[in-house]
């Protein structure tokens, strides 16, 4: 049986306001969507978030592949540590480039639930695990 960890059992208080808290959990999920075990993924989250500061898409668009390899390898998340590296940042980098750094610009223009998965979906790595597991605890702040 899979460990279900929950926003709130990484410290993450979500709210529709803040955009570091979605952020948080949209990488969080992101991470635990892959084939890896959840406490794996949660470590990975930590020494990316708490320990290199990574809590917005400004952030973790300026580190380098090589310096998100390392960390994901520190966790020991490593069987897709390149490729999640590459993802990672090509998420950031959209963030920033399409909706302005702001997590709120992704969910603010779409006023259902199918229509904002679709969004998320259309991330680089981001499949119907990632949507169902950030959707599991983002959902009921954000509609």
Known sequence: MTEVITAHDLGIVLDAKDERALFKWFVASFLMG????APIAAK????LVNEHGCDSPDLLARLSHRQL?????KAHYVRYDESTATRLSALALRLVNEYGGRFSALYSTHTDRHTFERRLLEFDGVGPKTVEIFMRDAAPVLF
Do not use: E, N, P, T
């Open 34 to 37: 892959k084939r890896i075990q």
């Open 44 to 47: 990975a989250f930590h020494l």
């Open 69 to 73: 390899v390392a960390i994901l390898g």
